[in-house]
């Protein structure tokens, strides 16, 4: 449940930034995705994969006012699904503090490499050059410390609440049988 509850919020977090170019990409969806991946099963990631490319849709058509071409997504719709099997890989069998830190930097990180390195090669927004490549990587770096931060958050509230929940009630029920 917690998995679905995670996309709603990256689902809001994405169209509750709009207008406020300071907090673009400070969103849930990576952590949503890495979740995801970690703790539901594989037949259903396509929903995930469905719901955010409904919203890339939406934002694009009624949000951003362009027109919507399926070509300029598909880098991103393929990290989406990188994104949830990082998560199965990394977090599926063992969670740990590093296990998930690794998760909130390879997430942000490989969807900044990628996502930038496609932009340049694909658009003319920057010289086919090293030098405009490095300016594309440049531009980016804004975008991709706010889905660092707020992936990281997410995903240390996702996978450290049901913690802290679990080591309260184990104290709680300590401190009962204690006073018997």
């Not at 207008?19 to 969103?27: D, E």
């Not at 469905?50 to 070509?71: E, G, I």
């Not at 598909?74 to 599926?92: D, E, K, N, Q, S």
Request: with cysteine; hydrophobic share 55%; net charge positive.
């Amino acid at each position: 449940m917690i998995a679905y509850l995670l996309l709603l919020v990256a689902v809001l977090s994405r169209v509750l930034v709009l207008g406020h170019a300071g907090w673009m990409n400070f969103s849930a969806e990576g952590a949503a995705l890495v979740y995801f991946g970690a703790r539901r099963p594989w037949r259903e990631m396509v929903t995930p994969l469905m719901v955010l490319m409904a919203t890339d849709f939406c934002l694009t058509v009624y949000a951003y006012h362009y027109p919507f071409h399926w070509q300029h997504y598909g880098i991103t719709w393929i990290w989406y699904a990188a994104a949830m099997a990082l998560g199965w890989i990394l977090l599926r069998a063992k969670t740990s503090v590093a296990r998930v830190g690794a998760g909130a930097v390879l997430g942000p990180t490989s969807f900044f490499v990628v996502s930038n390195y496609a932009v340049w090669a694909a658009s003319s927004m920057y010289p086919h050059t090293l030098a405009g490549l490095g300016a594309c990587y440049a531009a980016g770096i804004p975008f991709y410390r706010n889905d660092l931060v707020s992936t990281a958050i997410v995903l240390a509230v996702a996978f450290g609440a049901p913690v802290l929940v679990r080591r309260m009630q184990a104290e709680r029920a300590e401190a009962v049988a204690v006073r018997k």
